[in-house]
């Protein structure tokens, strides 16, 4: 790893920042001072910025409980931004795999690892988002199978051409269903139930490919994901 991105991966500083402490002669790598931002790391390398030992994060890998009314956005704005949640140096730099509406509660996963992320949300990979959905009036129950057929062969969302991909529809009670789609539309879930005449009152994601929400996270906690969990995408 080039020593500006290692300074920026175990320090708060910014690309710009760290190049700049570089060319001061801040930065020792085994003892000598390194003013090259290029220099490569050797494995095993002792770094140390203003004399201070430091250590590269490396990826970070987390799930979060989100709780409502904050928003999948890098930035505050009406709301607060999950990452406002992570007590972590430079939180505001990761990526929110997969946004979820600002009421919308539950699982969301966060890294910085690109390609991890991609490979969650990109279209041609099927992975799939459980959901667990409140409903505004209860299903007729003489028409379940003929709804859960539905879903599974594609709803006709309002200003769009296409079907959505097939869906799993499971129903728990009258007014409450567990819903997986394996695409992300604008709010999907709710132009769905809304395509069937009926209204989402609430929507919590419980799980995302095989990644299921922590039970010990209350709303705002969370934790990093284990290696199974990373391996898993
Ligand atoms: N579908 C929605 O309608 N909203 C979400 O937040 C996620 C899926």
Redesign the pocket.
């Known amino acids: 790893m080039r020593l500006d991105k290692y300074l920026c991966e175990s320090t708060e500083l910014s690309r710009a920042n760290a190049k700049k402490c570089l060319h001061r002669g801040e930065v020792t790598c085994n003892g000598i001072v390194v003013k090259n931002s290029a220099f490569k790391v050797p494995d095993n390398c002792e770094v140390r910025f203003l004399g201070e030992l430091v250590k590269a994060r490396g990826l970070r890998y987390i799930m979060l409980n989100k709780p409502a009314d904050t928003l999948c956005s890098n930035v505050d704005e009406v709301y607060p931004s999950v990452l406002s949640l992570l007590d972590i140096p430079k939180a505001y730099s990761l990526h929110i795999a997969g946004r ?2 600002a009421d ?1 509660t539950g699982l969301v996963l966060i890294t910085d690892d690109g390609q991890w992320s991609h490979r969650l949300t990109s279209p041609v990979k099927v992975c799939g988002k459980r ?1 667990r959905v409140q409903l505004a009036a209860p299903l007729p129950e003489d028409k379940i199978a003929e709804l859960i057929e539905r879903f599974a062969s594609g709803i006709a969302l309002k200003g769009e051409k296409a079907l959505t991909r097939p869906a799993l529809l499971e129903v728990l009670a009258p007014t409450e269903v567990l819903l997986t789609i394996i695409e992300g539309k604008y ?5 769905m139930f809304a395509a069937i005449g009926n209204q989402v009152v609430s ?1 919590h994601r419980e799980q995302v490919g095989v990644i299921a929400l922590d039970p010990s996270l209350r709303p705002g906690e969370w934790r990093y994901l284990t290696q199974d969990e990373i391996d898993s995408v």
């Open positions: 979820l509406d919308t959901y709010h999907q879930a709710k132009r929507l």
